[in-house]
């Protein structure tokens, strides 16, 4: 799997996972919602944070990676 997740990217991601966790215990919304909205998102970022690499980046053609020139 081709890493297209840059350092800044992942770091944000990390920081928006943990923001999506914390909120998903104490929102003030109902517990499916919570679980199904925040915790999911949170899941997802911290995932994808970890591993490296965003589908949706993928399937646009994105990558936030610094690239290597070649000469």
Do not use: H
């Not at 914390?22 to 003030?28: D, K, L, M, W």
């Not at 899941?43 to 965003?54: E, H, P, R, S």
């Amino acid at each position: 799997m081709t890493r297209n997740l840059g350092s800044l990217d992942r770091i944000l991601r990390v920081s928006g996972a943990m923001a999506a966790a914390v909120y998903a215990v104490t929102g003030p919304f109902s517990l499916a919602i919570r679980l199904g909205v925040f915790a999911a998102t949170a899941v997802y970022l911290l995932a994808t944070a970890l591993v490296g690499t965003c589908l949706g980046y993928r399937l646009m053609g994105k990558s936030t990676c610094p690239t290597e020139e070649r000469t």
